[in-house]
């Protein structure tokens, strides 16, 4: 380390863990932990802390959860008399305001989730996964006040596993990058890092995600593509259609090898396998399914719980996903 330097962090979920932890060990002083307000969570809407503030709390850091901080002059008052060196941003949830942006003299550092100027925007791991990327990364930048449009410090690359869900790579990613962001803060103060402007016409937009977003759109998509989607949409919003006017659930999919070509819906059951049509001539076999207000079940057990399987109708367009007594 080059020279122990004085900082805020701005981080709210699991992601943005490893990173305090690693400047922690790294010896620099966190003078001030921001998060995002505890908020209720699951169907019970439990009043939960962020992660970021559980770890603070068991580091003994000072710790603040600001519900605005625009306008919150008591927030610019403290950190100006802490004077941080820099703010390090990692999934705090929050836009920052100019006087933020300009207070510390080394910059407002943001660990993201992508190779910039790839997938900007809030969901990053989710649509690259999604989009089927082979590989992400994560890139360190000094924040302005586009939506992640500020200036590369350094990158890294990961790459993205045929099996990966979100889940899997936020993990691999969030455990990567936290050396990333040190190293960055190191050669930041030892100025031996040139900022690199991002070249805009190479920009994608990772949007926050819709719950709409996790409905199977089997004419929009081949099976690969909403495999994809399943991958990046773990655990919300998730892969469902409908059966019988109710939410059906997909848990485990995967593309599927069937040589007929079938309009884009149609259901088909191969050896106790639950098959449906997509399109470009394509198969997604649900491996395993939830119905609503049902257990979660494998599609074998599913289909032995039919009375026949004429009962199968996926999607809003019924007529298009009949299934055909021959294909049993």
């Not at 908020?39 to 580091?59: C, D, Y």
């Not at 060196?85 to 080394?106: N, S």
């Not at 089927?132 to 990364?137: E, R």
Request: proline share 6%; charged share 20%; net charge neutral.
């Amino acid at each position: 380390m080059v020279r122990r330097l004085r900082l805020a962090y701005c981080g709210t979920p699991v992601f943005a863990v490893p990173a305090l932890d690693a400047l922690v060990a790294a010896g620099h002083e966190i003078a001030l932990v921001l998060t995002q307000p505890d908020r209720p969570v699951g169907r019970k809407q439990t009043i939960t802390a962020s992660a970021v503030k559980v770890r603070a709390q068991e580091l003994g850091l000072a710790l603040d959860q600001p519900e605005k901080i625009r306008h919150n002059e008591e927030l610019r008052a403290r950190l100006e008399t802490i004077a941080p060196d820099a703010i390090v941003v990692v999934a705090y949830g929050k836009i920052l305001p100019e006087w933020m942006l300009q207070l510390p003299p080394l910059g407002c550092i943001n660990l993201h989730a992508s190779l910039l100027p790839r997938h900007r925007g809030a969901a990053p791991i989710q649509w690259a996964l999604a989009e089927g990327d082979a590989v992400t990364g994560n890139t360190t930048m000094k924040l302005d006040a586009g939506l992640d449009t500020g200036p590369i410090l350094l990158q890294q690359s990961v790459p993205i596993d045929p099996q990966d869900t979100a889940v899997e790579l936020f993990s691999r990613l969030a455990q990567v990058g936290a050396p990333l962001i040190v190293e960055t803060l190191d050669g930041l103060a030892a100025g031996t890092i040139r900022p690199k402007e991002q070249d805009a016409g190479k920009a994608t937009l990772a949007r926050l995600l819709q719950r709409e977003d996790g409905r199977m759109d089997f004419a929009a998509f081949t099976a690969t593509q909403l495999w994809n989607r399943w991958r990046g949409f773990q655990p919300w919003p998730g892969a469902f259609t409908t059966w019988k006017g109710k939410k059906l659930i997909a848990h485990r999919v995967r593309p599927a090898h069937r040589a007929q070509v079938s309009t884009p819906g149609r259901v088909a059951v191969e050896d106790q396998r639950l098959l449906v049509a997509c399109s470009s001539g394509t198969w997604l076999e649900i491996l395993e399914l939830q119905t609503e207000g049902r257990n979660r079940s494998s599609a074998a057990d599913f289909l032995r719980g039919l009375d026949s399987p004429s009962e199968i109708s996926f999607g809003d367009n019924a007529s298009s996903s009949e299934i055909a007594a021959s294909e049993i």
